[in-house]
């Protein structure tokens, strides 16, 4: 079965309004045209289930419900083809051009493995790295108020931080900030050094290398995907830097970088369309 979305019609909408009904979401009358009753039974199947309640049955929904996805029947089109150098550098005006290009094709193909290559997902990334490193490079976090103490060691603010699960000097700067996520803190630094079988307390400075922190980045936004998209979905990059960041620091470089990627993103699909139509 294909994907099916509101305004969509035929068989497959009478097949997913049967299983629907079935189930208990009632999507009101069997007439195989995905209208607003069909999508608020989606929806509230989808919260039931877990998933992004987006109304849109792509393959986790599909799965879920008991059918079989078709071949290349997905939520959200890739839009890596559409992802250049060039088109980045529009989004990181101040950085050296040559650190997308050796930086950015590691980052989409990390983001490619975890299936998380979507115009969402892959501007989450981007207006990441732009409010974390915006010089689209691996590096160390620096020294600040917010970490380290007045005339004290360098980071020893984060050495009991419990939350990070530090457990005393030198944790904290052994666990700073590095990546292009800035993965800070003794559990997440087991955490996704597991998640990727690295053994990242060994040797946190690993977590520098451009291909491990673009797979750093690739599994902590997987990790917290659906949260993320919900956020995005109801247009809430405030939330959606907080799921990454904690907070809200950097939230103004986040929110301009993924606005500007959007309506560049846009663009861009729309001239590939005309080209394609001629």
């Known amino acids: 079965m294909q994907t099916l979305h ?6 497959d909408v009478v ?13 009101g009358r069997i007439d195989g045209d995905f209208g607003p ?11 039931s289930e877990g998933l992004l309640a987006d109304g849109v049955v792509g393959t986790k929904t599909l799965l879920a419900l008991g059918f ?15 992802i250049t150098v060039s088109s980045v550098s529009k989004l990181f005006p101040f ?3 040559d650190n997308i290009k050796k930086h950015l094709p590691i980052v989409l193909n990390a983001l490619k493995e975890k ?5 969402n997902m892959v501007l989450m990334a981007l207006a990441t790295i732009s409010a974390e490193t915006a010089s689209f490079k691996p590096i160390d976090e620096g020294k600040s108020r917010f970490n380290t103490s007045p005339g ?15 457990q005393g000097p030198p944790d904290g700067e052994r666990f700073k900030g590095r990546g292009f996520i800035q993965l800070t803190g003794r559990s997440n630094y087991k955490n996704i050094g597991n998640k990727l079988d690295i053994d990242l307390i060994e040797d946190p400075a690993v977590a ?9 980045l690739a599994v902590f936004l997987k990790d917290k995907e659906l949260a993320i998209r919900e956020a995005l979905l109801e247009n809430d990059l405030r939330q959606a830097r907080r799921l990454v960041n904690g907070g809200s620091h950097g939230l103004d470089v986040f929110t301009t970088t993924y606005r500007t990627g959007e309506n560049l993103l846009t663009q861009v699909i729309q001239v590939t369309l005309v080209k394609e139509l001629h």
């Not at 097949?15 to 999507?27: I, M, S, V």
């Not at 009753?37 to 919260?47: H, S």
Request: net charge neutral; charged share 25%; proline share 9%.
């Open 6 to 11: 509101l305004h969509s019609s035929g068989a």
């Open 15 to 27: 097949l997913l309004q049967e299983k629907l009904k079935a189930l208990g979401f009632n999507p």
């Open 37 to 47: 009753g069909t999508e608020a039974a989606v929806i509230a199947f989808q919260k």
């Open 68 to 82: 079989s996805p078709a071949p290349g029947a997905v939520r959200a089109d890739s839009v890596l083809p559409h």
């Open 95 to 97: 950085t050296p051009l």
């Open 115 to 119: 299936e998380i290559d979507d115009r």
């Open 152 to 166: 004290g060691r360098p980071f020893d603010l984060y050495d009991f931080r419990r939350d990070l699960g530090n």
């Open 208 to 216: 520098n290398k451009p291909t491990v922190a673009a797979q750093v």
